[in-house]
Structure formats: C-alpha cells, structure tokens
C-alpha cells in the first residue's frame, strides 16, 4: 500500500519543546496552598512492626496529616495492573499499600506525612517512632524454595508461580545428540534508571473528584486507588502527564494511592516526588534470574535437544512476576527449531527488592543464557555464527514450542544475515594488548499482552468544520511519540497535515481508554483503534463526497485536504465542504472506535500450550569489541541491528527504538549491576549505579526489514521492548572471540574478564 504519511520519518510534535526544556513534567506542576508529602521507609529488609507512634509527628507545627495503614480505609487488595478482566489469583498478587505488621523489604512505605513543606515532611518522618523486631529473611531464591525457608508473605510457599514447557522426548535425543552443552548463567537486578524519578500532584476538584496529575504508564490505575479509598471509581480520576522515560518502572502503582489518600484526608493539594535515592529504594527491578540450559546438537549442527531451568527473584511482592516468568518460560528456547524441549521455570519471593516489569519483560533474561548456548555450540563443531544460527532458526510454518502457530513474518534468517554481513570483515588487533572480537546474537519477543487478558483499545476522532481534526486517547505517551504514530495515521487516513490535527492524551475522565503503555502494545492496539476509527469516519465522508461528485467511491481518495477523482483529478472537492455538507445533512463526524486482540483462555494448567501472544518481532545485533588483555576493560567498537518492523510508521522513531534498545543492553552487558546484599543497597545513585554514557557508545547502524506481515496498522510490528533483545548476548559472544573466556553472568565487568582469563592460563 503506498503511503503519504505513513512510513515518513517526521519530528515528533514534542521534540521541540523537549529539547529547549519547556515541556511540563510531573514536577513542574503546583498549586496554591499545596503541601508537600514524604513517605517513611523501613530500615530492615525483614521485620516485624512490633508498634509505631505518630503522637510527635502530629503535633509538629506545619503537619497536616500523618497517616499508617490503619488508616487507610483498603489496605490490601489484589493487583490488577490495568486490566480490566479478572485473571485470578495465579496471575494476581497482594497490592499492599502501607506495611502493616510484617515488613519484606528495605524501603517499604509504612507511613505517611503531609506538610507545609518538604522540609517540615521530613523532620515529621524523622518524630515517628517504629519499633520493630527484625527478622531473619531470606535472599537467595534458591534458598527460599527450601522446606524450611523463611516465609517472606503470609502464605506457606515462597513459590509465585511455576510454568512448564514439554515438546518430544527429551531424555532420548540427548543420547542421539553429538554434542551437548550444559551452563549455569546469571543475570542481577537492573533498575529503570529514568531520568524522572516518581511524581504527582493530587486534589479534590470543584466536584468532589480526587484528581492526581501524575508520571504512568497506566492511567487505568484510577480503579485501584478508588478500591484503596473505598469509594466509586468514577470519583478517582488520573491525568497522566509526559513521561521522563518508564521503561516498565512506571507500569505499577508508584505515587498514586499515597497523593490520593493525603488529599483524602486533608481536602488539600498535595505534591510528592521521590528523590533519585528513594526512587532507587523504592521502585521495581528487573527481575534477577539463575538459568540452568542443557543443549544438544548433531556433528552437523542441528539442534535435537534442549533441557532449560529458569529461576526468577521476585523480591518482596509478587507484582507482575507471573507474566513476567510466562514470557520467560515462551521464549526460553528461542527463535530455533528444536523439536525436543523441557523447560521448568518458577518466581520465587525473597526478602530482596520486588521485581516487576522492566523493558524485554522476561525475554531478554533466557535470551542472554540461549544466544550463548548457540555461540560455544558453534564453536565446539567449528561453524560461524551465522551458520549454526540459519541451520536451526524458526521459518515460516514452523510452531512454537507450546504448539503455537505464527501468524506472520519469521523473519530471522533475514535479519540475521543483514545484521551479520553489514558487520562486514573482521579488522586485525589495532595493538599489543587490545584483542578484538565479535560477536553475533538473534533474538524474538511478543508485542501486545497476553491474549488470556482480553486486552482492548480505544480511539476517538472528530472533524471539525474547517477541516482541523481533533483526536483523544488516553494512550500514556512516554517519549517514544506513542502519540505520534495515532496522528500519523489519522493524517494518512483523512489527507490532513500533522499541524491541523490536535491530539489530547492520558485522561480517565476526558480520554476513551487506551490501556496501558506496556507490552509494546500502544501502536498495535491503540493504532489500529485509530486506524478503525479514521476508517469509521473516512466512510461516511466518501459516501457524501461520491454523491457530489456523481462519483464511484472506489474513484475516490483524499490528499492534501481534497476528497480528489482518481480518474479525473481536477475533479476534487474540498474536505472541509464535504464536512459542512456532512454537517448540514446531520452526518456523525466524529468515531470512537475499539480495537480487541485476540482473546483466549486463562491457562489452567502450570504446562503451558497453545496461543499466549498474538505475533512477535524477531530481530539481530551484530557487534565488535575491543578488549584490553591487561585490565579487562572492554570497550564496543561497532554495532549493527537489523529487526523486521513490519512497517515503519515513522522510520526515525523505529530507529530511536532500536537504538536507545542497544544502549540499554550495553549497560545491562557491562556496567548495570544493582548491587543487593542480605537485602541491603550497595547502589544508592547513580554514582554506584554505573549507566553506559555517550562515550560508551558506537555510532549503532539500523537496518529495517519491512515486511508487512505485522498485526498493527498497515501491517506494522512492535519493536518498543523487542530492541532490547539480543544486544548484551552478541557482547558476551563478541569477548569470548576476543579473549577466549566464556562470561556467564552479567554484567561482564573487567574485574570478571581478568579473573576469567587468568582462570584459563591457569
């Protein structure tokens, strides 16, 4: 389908504004008589509350409200995280909003303070008097499975969840194989590390309506913390404002249920942001994982087996950990064709920081332990990296290891290949001590949620008379032009320019819901809600318009603000008097359209089979590095990605994607590592959280494979969370080219390098 607007690669209609600083965060907002709330955080990673007295906080002058979970009329609930259908208790953990009694993690809220000011907050925190009993607690997962082990929550497990894959005769084709290996990896916590920490403003309006402005990814929230106060959800309402960066840290409950419980109680505006030190403290992780894999493989390099087990830390809380392992347990044997697969996973609680959604969300985690498996394979049977990868990967008509089929494009040979030779020769060791490598990984991720979810979408659109186009979503838009695509594509749709279009986002009172902005959802569902609603109201222009025009509607298309004859295109009529046309004859010029994903059933059994997602984006990254023999330093040199997008709705913003994707697994390869010992922070900031910086960074080339066969509008796939696979497995694979050592945890620091290689000489 050629396109006018669809697969340009335009400026996002925000970047002006948030490259001169002028753009209104979360913080930026005030209003009058507004106090100001701090939260109190334990000490101890594992206690009991024997008693708390906020006598002394109260009576300081300045505090307008001191508030613990006694007073808070819900304090326990069941997490929805946005949906809106009820999945059950195997998907659903406890949403706790104050601790009460047993405290689980270093840094959970117990307490509540409202003043006049942040300083005058803070001395009240430091007036609240806790006593507490501390107990044992418990920190490895492995540990915690024990019969024995210290009971993080109320229940008599630490087990979350547990999930199964069983495909053929695993325990035969071992014997069959030629080759097997068999690794032990290890990936740490990761943190979000956005450049806004939490915020939010809430009120009582003129109405009554508890209203909180707040940084989210999820405006359908407002349910939650309506249930929390105990009243109607339609008294709760949520303004969701331009995202500093998310990354899935923003995707539970952050501020929200304390602003609206400090409002509550004291009628007043109230304003709470964290500080980096307690957005650290307090917020998800990406989830830790220790993962056993056992690979087989003929002399010739076919894979014939694979034996996984994947164990996931799920902190304090459960949160999104299901989902999360899920997605692990779908993608744990990769983008390959492997027709003997066993696969056990579990998430486990610990005293440790809670783990929740982070960008790749479970895929990324099996994909750093299967990518390696794949290069030492290669290198035992003496074959590049490309070879082995095309002999074994997923084709078009292949299924799933859970017995799905795919639905589109199985594009990993392509992308491997593109990625591979636009790598091009490899160069000669530039010194002495500076060995160079390289490296080669693929990778696959869903977009969209799981389809038990029945996840839907909605988009608003409207005419008005002189042609301008006003649209609503509450798509939550979080810097990667969300927004963008939906009025890219109502341009398409109606032959109007960008600046006559006006979109209003992220209101739950204002807005037709949209979901959340996770799962690299937004454009396959909330695009093609506005793909369907632009449709809606295309149609009943181009009813009128042939009428008019004496016309057949297949002769018909819009450019430029005309409804124009194909066969005669100086036969044309303006838009805007098609719409008064329109108008005057009583016509709706307006749609509000909902898109619904596929839907299927919870599963019932811990064996998962069948459809979990709707589509998924397969993509490739190709680097070198350079390494220093004598400190381990490890530096990348060049980086190549090459992802089938379906279609690029705007080239620039895919490659934005893919790029700040790269960055993010350079880190997560080799610096990122959220150092968490017997449930104590050893990185506080982001002086000891080390994140990649400019000069960490190559020049990462973007190859795009359009093939149309995505799910989204005109055929487009997600690439959000996708980008974020395969970069940090083709850095490992790259270091074991250079210096002959195999790393199996990350982040690979120097320190972990040197150690590794003096390991090896001796």
């Avoid at 209609?13 to 701090?38: E, Q, W």
């Avoid at 506005?530 to 057949?552: Q, Y």
């Amino acid at each position: 389908m050629e396109t006018s607007v669809v697969g340009k690669g335009l400026p996002k209609f925000d970047a002006y504004t948030k490259a001169k600083g002028t753009i209104a965060y979360a913080d930026d907002f005030s209003l009058p008589g507004m106090l100001y709330a701090k939260v109190l955080r334990s000490k101890y990673p594992a206690a009991m509350i024997i008693s708390i007295n906020t006598a002394r906080a109260k009576s300081l002058p300045g505090v307008h409200a001191v508030m613990t979970g006694k007073d808070v009329p819900h304090n326990n609930l069941r997490a929805k995280f946005g949906q809106s259908t009820d999945i059950g208790p195997n998907f659903e953990g406890l949403y706790r909003v104050l601790a009460e009694e047993k405290v689980r993690f270093l840094g959970e809220a117990i307490a509540l303070v409202a003043a006049d000011s942040e300083k005058i907050a803070e001395e009240a925190l430091a007036l609240i008097d806790v006593i507490y009993e501390q107990l044992p607690g418990v920190f490895d997962p492995i540990e915690a499975l024990k019969q024995d082990a210290y009971l993080v929550g109320d229940n008599d497990t630490n087990l979350v969840s547990q999930f199964k894959i069983r495909q053929g005769d695993v325990e035969t084709a071992f014997k069959s194989a030629d080759v097997i290996v068999e690794n032990t990896y290890s990936v740490p916590f990761k943190d979000h590390a956005f450049l806004e920490p939490e915020s939010g403003v809430a009120w009582v309006d003129e109405n009554g309506i508890i209203t909180i402005r707040v940084c989210t990814q999820v405006i359908e929230h407002f349910r939650t913390v309506a249930e929390v106060l105990g009243i109607p959800h339609n008294h709760v309402r949520v303004i969701g404002t331009w995202v500093g960066g998310g990354f899935g840290g923003k995707e539970d409950i952050t501020v929200e249920s304390f602003l609206a419980l400090l409002t509550w109680k004291t009628k007043r505006p109230v304003k709470l942001t964290y500080t980096r030190e307690e957005s650290f403290l307090a917020h998800s992780k990406r989830h830790p994982f220790v993962m056993k894999y056992k690979t087989g493989a003929t002399k010739d390099g076919l894979l014939v087996a694979l034996e996984a087990e994947l164990i996931a830390d799920s902190g304090a809380y459960t949160y999104l950990s299901p989902w999360v392992l899920l997605y692990a347990t779908v993608n744990a044997a990769g983008p390959y064709n492997i027709p003997n697969v066993k696969v056990d996973t579990v998430a486990v609680l610990t005293n440790n920081p809670f783990s929740s959604a982070y960008r790749g969300f479970g895929a990324v985690q099996p994909n750093f332990a299967y990518e390696s498996q794949m290069d030492e394979l290669a290198r035992i049977l003496d074959l590049d990296p490309l070879t082995i990868r095309l002999k074994n990967c997923l084709q078009q008509g292949d299924t799933l290891t859970t017995g799905a089929d795919f639905g589109g494009s199985v594009a990993v040979r392509e992308v491997a290949e593109k990625a591979w030779q636009a790598l091009g020769p490899k160069r000669a060791d530039p010194g002495k001590h500076i060995k160079l490598g390289r490296g080669l990984a693929v990778g696959m991720m869903s977009y969209g949620r799981l389809t038990f979810l029945h996840d839907t979408s909605r988009s608003y659109i409207k005419l008005e008379l002189d042609g301008s186009v006003l649209m609503r979503s509450g798509i939550p838009d979080l810097g990667a032009g969300q927004a963008q695509a939906l009025v890219q594509i109502a341009a398409e749709e109606l032959g109007v320019p960008l600046e006559k279009i006006k979109i209003f986002t992220s209101d739950t009172s204002l807005t037709p819901l949209a979901g959340t902005s996770t799962a690299t959802r937004q454009l396959y569902m909330s695009g093609n809600a506005t793909l369907k609603a632009a449709r809606e109201v295309k149609e009943r222009l181009i009813n009128k318009a042939s009428v008019m025009l004496k016309a057949d509607k297949t002769d018909l298309k819009f450019e430029n603000e005309k409804i124009i004859r194909i066969s005669e295109p100086d036969k044309y009529l303006a838009l805007s008097t098609v719409i008064g046309q329109c108008s005057t004859d009583g016509d709706e010029l307006y749609s509000e359209a909902q898109f619904n994903a596929p839907f299927t059933e919870v599963p019932v059994s811990d064996v998962i089979t069948g459809q979990t997602f709707a589509d998924f984006t397969f993509g490739a990254y190709a680097v070198e590095v350079a390494i220093d023999e004598e400190t381990g330093e490890v530096n990348v040199e060049r980086a190549v990605t090459c992802y089938d997008v379906g279609k690029a709705i705007n080239p620039l913003n895919v490659e934005g994607q893919l790029e700040g994707g790269g960055v993010d697994s350079i880190g997560y390869a080799l610096t990122e590592n959220f150092v968490v010992e017997q449930g104590y922070l050893k990185s506080h900031s982001l002086a000891e959280y080390l994140l990649p910086t400019a000069l960490d960074v190559p020049d990462i080339e973007t190859i795009l494979v359009e093939s149309g066969a995505g799910i989204g509008p005109y055929g487009a796939k997600g690439i959000g969370e996708p980008a974020c696979n395969a970069m940090a497995p083709a850095i490992i694979n790259a270091i074991r080219d250079a210096v002959g050592v195999r790393i199996t945890s990350l982040p690979a620091t120097p320190e972990k390098i040197l150690f590794a290689m003096l390991s090896r000489i001796k």
